[in-house]
């Protein structure tokens, strides 16, 4: 295959964005789209520079992290216990694994007024919105690793009359592993989204509040830039996540 | 039953005309990252009317490919392919085709696989379960019209899909490995069934396998092909009386041809795993 | 150590240990509202919530937002999962198409979706319009990832048999792609339920004057927390029954199949 081929997807997929950039610019300047309504692309280029230099982008950029990893190592220290626990007690696991899939369901960040009562207009708030929200993935991929272990890799362990202890360490979790980091990436994007969006609702903190803040002072190009500047950040977390989760996992 | 009957005197009338497959000089390339293949180089052959011939070869010799391009199924070829004297170019009406693969529709049941070649050809719904029924029958699954293929095991599904391609009457049946996922006793009994149905129904019938056994237990004829590229080693006619079934591979008339075979797939079988290995030695190098 | 799904764990006990633990749970939270250990109504007594449940399903007030929040997570459902499908069928009909676009989808998918929401007043006002194209750009992502995923998984032995038997385009879609993408379709829409009615729900919280989140967001400036707790369990409950229902479509009797 040539590397015209092989670029022509890259190429088609990036030009089309240039194309529909430059096509509202043009819509807008020809007056076709209020301006008001939707800032001039090249502007909210040019806001992205303003936003970093004057509103502390990077400090928010830090802060929101931050929160995102406190909440991370909770839903991995406790989705994991929780999980480990449900398998090994398998009477709590068939009462419960229905109402842990039946939770994952449910709107969970819509609790946040209730979170905001407790803890206060703060970080616990955001903190602790993000974990429960992100908490039943790990579980329920915790649970789904260790069940999944093939019988036949089992059985080898048994042949070698493994103690328990030993069927767990050796067996069972370097089997499930693959499928737990799954649910741990998932819980780490679930928590990071929530966290932003509680930001966002709340007007507290970093990246969300800064959106929030942009669009009640009827900043449009700033606005639109902060949203820019988080998907972007969504991205990268995503991509990051998903490249630790590949070298992690055995090939 | 008056169906059963009136189903095989159609057959038989409308395959004086087409029930004749002439291949011609096939040849086929396929284009890969390292560079243009030839599956196929002038392969041509007969299958008559009403006859039964196997294509043997080990894998790699191209005889999936020819099972397409003689369905119609792949284009871009060079030869031609003709059906009762005529050129074809695509699927043609009087052929059906069975696959190696697990090919029935796991949203329908047992009933609603069979019938979906009549559902195609527009015949209305009672009629078309009376055919199908008919076709469930035939290969033995009466009963099992509501189950679905996830409830069936690996044989039975082949035989929803064998019945599902008989029930669009075709003159002329392909079938490419359709007891390769099967073990060798189901082979051996589908086989039986294969054959009787056939038989009756005077089908003219290409097999594709790489089952020496199936296909002396089954054919009139049998097709040798070389390994990459594709081309005709040998065509060996199998002189077993008719009507057969599976007990004839205890016989020594039929231990002949399987050595016979053999002798001559030995070779090619042999020059594909050579190459194999080098492919895999090369690939670990890299 | 015994592996794998329970088995033998009888029907019964596990009906028992369930009432064990709501039994234990209930006890916990009536004792911790007993004791004054948390500030004041953050943890209402069991028959102060109970009593609020019952007052708001008496409200006929209820009923009306509940309609306009179901209305709103139906239309942005129906807006952003036929737009979604459409897309994805073109990207997993088109190598092409879906080597271009598809990484745009698949990276833009699981961002937050509320932080379009300023945008989204700025294009269609504060009323529910604004909330019903949130829902809609936050359904839109899942529906048309799954579909194009399911598009490209469709097992190609089916499409070759529908060609041999001579089936016309419109009867390969209807008859062989569209049952074949049954699953990934239903699991498409029902992730698609899920972030819609977050968005909009989360949406009415932030500004609205109806809704199920506005409910919530009342609740929450009064401080009346045994409401906030009602309308919650309401929520909760109707979320995981929508769910539910949906999954209920997810697959033909071939869950054993593969």
Same mark, same amino acid.
């Given at each position: 295959m040539s590397v015209a081929t092989r670029m022509a997807p890259a190429t088609l997929g990036l030009g089309t964005l240039v194309v529909v950039g430059a096509a509202l610019e043009a819509l807008i300047r020809g007056g076709a789209i209020n301006r008001y309504i939707v800032p001039l692309p090249s502007q909210v280029l040019l806001a992205f520079e303003r936003i970093v230099v004057e509103e502390n982008v990077v400090h928010r950029f830090l802060l929101t992290t931050a929160e995102t990893l406190v909440a991370g190592a909770l839903i991995t220290i406790v989705g994991v216990a929780l999980g480990l626990l449900l398998n090994r007690v398998h009477l709590l696991r068939a009462a419960c694994e229905t109402w842990v899939a039946a939770f994952a369901s449910a709107p969970i960040v819509l609790m946040y007024p209730l979170f905001l009562v407790i803890f206060g207009r703060s970080a616990v708030t955001i903190v602790m919105m993000g974990f429960v929200a992100a908490l039943p993935p790990v579980i329920l991929k915790t649970l789904e690793g260790l069940a999944a272990t093939r019988s036949v890799l089992v059985n080898v362990g048994r042949s070698f009359n493994l103690t328990p202890a030993q069927m767990f360490w050796k067996i069972m979790l370097p089997a499930a592993l693959p499928t737990m980091f799954v649910g741990l990436r998932l819980g780490l994007i679930f928590a990071m989204i929530n966290i932003v969006g509680v930001e966002f609702l709340i007007n507290f903190g970093g990246l969300g509040q800064l959106i929030n803040e942009l669009a009640e002072r009827y900043d449009l190009p700033g606005t639109y830039a902060a949203i820019g500047f988080v998907v972007l950040v969504s991205v990268l977390f995503f991509y990051v996540t998903e490249r630790i989760e590949r070298w992690l996992r055995p090939a | 039953m008056s169906a059963p009957t009136a189903i095989s005197a159609d057959v038989r009338t409308s395959a004086q005309q087409v029930g004749f497959v002439g291949v011609e000089?096939? !040849?086929?390339?396929? @284009?890969?990252? %390292?560079?243009?293949?030839?599956?196929? +180089?002038?392969?041509?052959?007969?299958? $008559?009317? &009403? %006859?039964f011939l196997s294509i043997i070869g080990p894998s790699g010799c191209g005889k999936s490919t020819l099972f397409n391009i003689i369905g119609g199924l792949l284009g871009d070829y060079e030869g031609r392919v003709t059906v009762g004297g005529e050129t074809i170019r695509g699927t043609h009406a009087a052929i059906g085709m069975v696959f190696q693969e697990e090919s029935t529709f796991p949203w329908r049941n047992v009933l609603e696989n069979v019938a979906f070649p009549l559902?195609?050809? *527009?015949?209305?719904?009672?009629?078309?379960? %009376?055919?199908?029924?008919?076709?469930? &029958?035939?290969?033995?699954? +009466?009963?099992?019209e509501r189950r679905h293929p996830a409830e069936l095991s690996g044989g039975m599904r082949q035989r929803v899909a064998i019945a599902r391609t008989l029930a669009a009457a075709p003159q002329i049946l392909l079938m490419d490995e359709p007891f390769a996922a099967l073990d060798e006793q189901t082979r051996l009994l589908l086989g039986d069934k294969v054959l009787q149905i056939q038989q009756s129904l005077k089908q003219t019938t290409l097999l594709i396998t790489h089952n020496i056994t199936e296909a002396v237990q089954l054919s009139d004829r049998i097709l040798v092909m070389t390994y990459r590229p594709g081309r005709v080693k040998r065509i060996v006619?199998?002189?077993?009386?008719?009507? $057969?079934?599976?007990?004839? @591979?205890?016989?020594? =008339?039929?231990?002949?041809?399987? =050595?016979?075979?053999?002798?001559?797939?030995?070779?090619?079988?042999? $020059? *594909?795993?050579?190459? %194999?290995?080098?492919?895999?030695?090369?690939?670990g190098a890299l | 150590m015994t592996i794998?799904? !329970?088995v033998g764990a009888g029907f019964g006990r596990v009906t028992v240990v369930r009432v064990a633990i709501i039994l234990v749970l209930l006890a916990a939270w009536e004792a911790l509202a007993r004791s004054g250990l948390l500030f004041r109504d953050v943890v209402p007594t069991l028959s102060a919530i109970a009593r609020a449940f019952v007052t708001l399903l008496l409200q006929p007030d209820f009923y009306t937002n509940l309609g306009w929040t179901v209305g709103e997570i139906a239309l942005?459902?129906?807006? #952003?999962? @036929?737009? #979604?499908?459409?897309? *994805?069928?073109?990207?997993? #009909?088109? $190598?092409?198409?879906g080597r271009a676009f598809e990484p745009y989808l698949y990276y833009l998918g699981p961002t937050p979706k509320i932080i379009f929401f300023p945008v989204m007043i700025m294009w269609f006002g504060v009323g529910p319009t604004s909330k019903v194209a949130l829902g809609a750009l936050s359904c839109f992502f899942p529906i048309?990832?799954?579909?194009?995923?399911?598009?490209?998984?469709?097992?190609?032995?089916?499409i070759r048999v529908g060609r041999s038997f001579r089936a016309t385009t419109s009867e390969m879609v209807t008859k062989i792609y569209l049952p074949a993408m049954r699953e990934p379709i239903v699991n498409g829409v029902r992730l698609g339920l899920g972030v819609a009615m977050i968005a909009t729900l989360l949406a009415e919280t932030k500004l609205s004057n109806r809704g199920f989140g506005y409910l919530i967001i009342q609740a929450y400036s009064t401080f009346d927390m045994p409401r906030m707790y009602a309308v919650l369990i309401a929520l909760f409950a109707l979320a995981i029954a929508a769910n539910a229902l949906i999954g209920r479509f997810s697959a033909y009797r071939a869950s054993r199949f593969r």
């Open positions: - | 000089n096939i !040849v086929k390339r396929f @284009v890969t990252p %390292e560079g243009t293949v030839c599956a196929v +180089d002038d392969v041509s052959f007969d299958v $008559r009317h &009403g %006859e559902e195609i050809s *527009g015949l209305p719904k009672a009629e078309r379960h %009376e055919r199908a029924r008919h076709f469930i &029958g035939l290969v033995g699954l +009466d009963g099992f006619d199998i002189e077993l009386p008719r009507p $057969r079934t599976s007990e004839i @591979v205890s016989s020594t =008339a039929f231990g002949h041809h399987v =050595a016979e075979i053999w002798n001559d797939l030995r070779e090619e079988a042999s $020059r *594909g795993m050579r190459d %194999e290995e080098a492919h895999a030695r090369h690939r | 794998g799904p !329970v942005a459902l129906l807006v #952003g999962g @036929v737009s #979604g499908l459409l897309v *994805g069928l073109l990207l997993g #009909g088109s $190598r092409l198409l048309a990832l799954s579909t194009a995923a399911g598009m490209r998984q469709i097992d190609a032995v089916l």
